[in-house]
Each structure stands twice: as C-alpha cells, then as structure tokens.
C-alpha cells in the first residue's frame, strides 16, 4: 500500500499509459511499469545522500572511460619531451608520461583527470555519510540486513578501487602509499611474500604492478561495484523504503512522492548538481598535480606526503603504532605494521558488517521495522556509533601528525604519544557524552509532549503569579516524536519459585539478557502516567 500527499490518480498520465501500453502489447510488460513508475518515495531530504553516491559513481565511469584512450598502464622506461619544461630530457615511466601528456597535450584531459578525482573522493564520502544515515536510523534491521552487508562491500571495494585508482599515474606521491602497501603485504605471514611477488611480479617494485592495479581499476573492481550497486538498488526497490514516523504514516505505506514525474524530476536535478559541483572543484580547485611531485624513484621520497582522506585512518595507524616485532624460530613477525594495517580496519568494517546480527541477538527482535528512529531514541546504538566516528576520526587526523607538530610547532614525539592515548579514551569519551546527550534530548521529547511548548503568551494568575501558557505541539511535531518505538527486552529475572528463563541458564544466556536489559531499557517515557495531558496543562490554570 502506498499514500501520496497529493490525490492518487485514477489513471496514468499519457506520458506513461503510451509507452506501457507499447511495452505491453510486445513484452507483457505494460502493468510492471505503470505500477513502478507510481512507486512512491519518501521526501525526506536524508534519503537523497545515497544519490550522492550513486551519481559520483557514474560521473567516474565517464570520466574514466575517457581517461583509457590515453592512459599507457607501462612501467616501461621513456625520457620525456613533452612541453612540460621541467621535466624535459627526465626518464619516466610510460604510465607517468602518459599522464602528463593527458594533462597537458589532451585537450581537456586535465578537467577529466581533476573530475576523475573530485569524484572518486566524493563517491566514497557520500557512500560513507549515506551509511551513517542508514545506522544512526536503524534502517539496516529486518528485513534490509542483506541490503547493509552489500553497502558495508561497496565501501570496502571502494576503498581498494581508490587505492590502485591513485597508484596508476607512478608520481613520487603515489609511488610512496604504493611502497607502504608492499611493506603491510611482505608483513603478512607464511602467504605475505607470495601475495607481494603476484602484484609486483618479483622484487619491489618490479615492472607489472601499474599494469596489474590498471587492471584491477578498469576491469574487476568496477564490474563488482557495478553488480553489487544494482543489487543495492533492486533490493531497495523490492522493500518497501523506511521513512520518518509522522502524521499518516503506518508500516504498510509510504509516505511522499511518486518516482514518476516528481522523484525523477529531483533525481534529474539532483545529479546535475552533482556534476556542477564536481565540475567546478576540478576547474578551480587543483588536486593531484603530479607535474609538481616528479616520477616514482624508490630511492626518493617528499616530506609532508598524505594520502587521500579515506585512506588518512590508515596512514595514523601506522603513525601511531610502537615499533614492536616478534621474532622466532628465525622468523620476524612485524606488530608495528600488521596491527595497524589489519586491526582498524577489521574493527570498523566488521563492526559495522555485524551490527545488524549482534543487535537481533542482543534484543531477540525479529519484527520487520519500516520506520527510521531517531537517533535519541536509541541512545546505546547512537553513542557506539559516535565512538566508532570519533576512532576514526582520529586516526585520520593523527595520519598528518608531522604536519600538526610542523604547523604548530609541537614535538613530534608528544603528538605521537598524544595520539596513543587519545585513541582509547577519545571513543570511551565519546560514547558517555553522546548518550548523556541521546538521554537529555528524550526527556525534551517528554518535557514537550508533557508541558506543551511556549506560546509566547504571559499570563497573571490570581495570586499575582506570572506564567507563560504551553499549547499543544504541532500535529505533525507530536506524531513525528510518538513515532518513537520501544525497545526489547529479553526476559531474564527468575520467575516465583527463582527458576530463570530458558534462554537465561547457562552463562551466555545471562550475559546476553544482562546486555538486552542495558541495551534495551525505556529510559524516558514520553507521558506520564494520569497526566493532565495537553489542554489542561496548555489552558495556563494553576493546578494546585
């Protein structure tokens, strides 16, 4: 079932009834598509940050596709000549030369390696603030826990398609995160030599690897986004979308706007934004001027070299990690590089590929959940969420410690050690600040619904008391805050005779009802039991 805000149409309008009708007579196909193009949306502006996303991504399939007719994937040796004037009579790899001959000789090559780039930075931050979304509503519960397992793979594969995206022009920059690259691959153990001696095709930094990572960008890692993208939206096409609690809205509808005309016509517009704006960073805002870094030598490297910001988080880890190696049996197993590479990573992305599962398990709710909360309401989700932002946040602030200790004159040894401790206690401080802050903003909700909201009004009692008359809230104010659900709770406390529940017996059984309690407890109820309710408290009288 769907509801509409304007007057549901008794029949399509011509612009869909032809071409179904069309479609039907030769493929069957006419009722499918008027039914999928009425399909309904909600309008909430939230929902477009996929869109984000999804329109970055195909603004990097056209300007990549045009970046292969000139791109040479060669390691091989040429001295440049080009009309660079630095760099002329300078030897270079095929792949750097080419690169420099799109920037300078292609006519409007610089714009689409500037675009190319603006937008792989904007595919991965849209897709990373579109998750944040999804995990803060808890949107990913039943039945879309699929769903967020595919978004949680596209951030990874976009991740590694970014990582071999900005090796391929064989600059000083890149050449130095591809050396940091081979040195987390050699740390692994037992198969680490073997995977380093695959990609570079022998000793680092061999003569394939440009062509291997040129394959790997062009050809697998996009055929799997491709793939895993359409499932995305096929899914999300087949459930129903959740949307905000509010006036009219029920699990079995959906309020907003129908994909055709209104939700294309916002889509439309919405991607043309989106490559106005990536358009205009790579006219004016100059990214990845690899003229300025020189060729990859593995005998050079730049001070001051960042990698792109989502790369930043893995850059502080390495930064932050004590040097420390275990050695045995004439093997050395490196600590320094092995945790920091793998741990960080496996914490936030396994995290977030478990949440949905670990918090079924934790509550027992299997129900289906078509309404997106608010973040408040669910302060336990919300401040793990915080914690885990803050954790990354950090890391990727601490990948420039040389940077900060440069910029403002600070031992670079004490920014380290900072750093070390703030990794640990900035989350921990994170989650007690945010749930503190989750729980005032339910009493709020409570005060509100309670009390009413200030009128503006000043009223003198009898008694010579002034006070300031509370109306209701706004019709569509108070059902957005009753669309608050409560959580679950497992039940384990001993029944009469001090038997505890089946599930609550063994240890793991009390250890998960102890955290379905925690986790689940209705902290602040939004109306008091026998309360006056709004009139009484809204007509200003003095109740005692």
């Known amino acids: 079932m769907t509801t509409l805000k304007e007057p549901a149409l008794k029949e399509a309008p011509k612009l869909i009834a032809g071409p179904a009708s069309y479609l039907d007579d030769r493929l ?38 045009f970046l292969t007719f000139w791109f040479k994937p060669g390691m091989g040796h040429v001295v440049y000549d080009g009309p660079y004037q630095q760099l002329r009579g300078v030897t270079m790899s095929e792949a750097y030369a080419s690169t ?96 380093t001696f695959f990609l570079f095709g022998g000793e680092y930094p061999g003569e394939d690897v440009i062509a291997r990572f040129y394959s790997l960008h062009i050809l697998l890692i996009p055929g799997i986004l491709l793939a895993l993208i359409s499932a995305h939206l096929i899914l999300m096409w087949v459930q129903k979308h959740t949307q905000m609690a ?38 004016f805002a100059q990214i990845n001027p690899i003229w300025l870094f020189g060729p990859y030598t593995p005998a050079d490297i730049s001070a001051g070299s960042q990698p792109d910001f989502y790369m930043g988080f893995l850059e502080g880890a390495l930064r932050l990690m004590p040097a420390w190696e275990i050695n045995f049996l004439g093997y050395t197993l490196p600590l320094s590089v092995l945790i920091p590479a793998l741990v960080p990573m496996g914490i936030i992305m396994t995290g977030l590929a478990l949440y949905p599962f670990i918090e079924q398990w934790v509550t027992g709710d299997r129900r289906e959940h078509h309404f997106a909360d608010r973040p408040r309401n669910n302060p336990h989700r919300t401040s793990i969420g915080m914690a885990a932002v803050v ?3 950090l890391l990727w602030l601490l990948g420039a ?144």
């Not at 005779?497 to 379905?516: D, F, H, N, V």
């Open 28 to 65: 069957g196909a006419g009722s499918w598509l008027k039914r999928n193009l009425r399909k309904v949306f909600p309008d909430h502006w939230s929902f477009l940050l996929g869109e984000i996303a999804l329109y970055s991504f195909i603004i990097l399939l056209l300007t990549g596709t």
């Open 100 to 195: 420099l001959k799109i920037s300078f000789e292609v006519r409007g090559g610089l714009l689409m390696r500037q675009m190319h780039h603006w937008a792989a930075l904007l595919f991965v931050a849209g897709m990373t603030v579109h998750m944040l979304r999804v995990f803060f509503t808890g949107a990913y519960r039943k039945p879309r826990e699929l769903n967020w397992v595919i978004g949680v793979l596209l951030l990874t594969l976009a991740l590694l398609e970014g990582l071999t995206g900005y090796s391929l022009p064989d600059d000083l920059l890149s050449g130095a995160g591809l050396r940091i690259t081979e040195g987390v691959l050699i740390s692994l153990p037992l198969v680490g030599t073997y995977f």
């Open 246 to 283: 509010g006036t009219g809205r029920t699990s079995t509808n959906v309020v907003g706007a129908p994909f055709y005309p209104a939700f294309m016509a916002k889509a439309g517009a919405y991607f043309l934004f989106t490559f106005t704006a990536i358009a205009g960073l790579g006219t």
């Open 391 to 393: 954790f990354y946040g």
């Open 401 to 544: 410690n040389d940077e900060i200790s440069a910029f403002f004159h600070i031992d670079l040894y004490h920014t380290t050690i900072f750093g070390r401790f703030a990794v640990f206690l900035g989350p921990a401080l994170a989650y007690f600040v945010t749930y503190r802050v989750c729980m005032g903003l339910q009493r709020k909700d409570a005060e509100v619904m309670s009390h009413g909201v200030e009128s503006g009004v000043i009223k003198r009692m009898p008694n010579g008391q002034y006070i300031e008359v509370h109306v209701p809230p706004a019709e569509d104010i108070a059902d957005h805050v009753r669309g608050k659900e409560r959580l679950p709770i497992l039940p384990g406390e001993a029944d009469i005779e001090g038997i505890p529940p089946k599930g609550a017996r063994s240890i793991l059984g009390k250890a998960r009802a102890m955290l379905s309690k925690k986790y689940g407890t209705e902290h602040v109820p939004l109306e008091e039991e026998g309360g006056h309710g709004h009139a009484a408290i809204g007509s200003g009288e003095d109740k005692h």
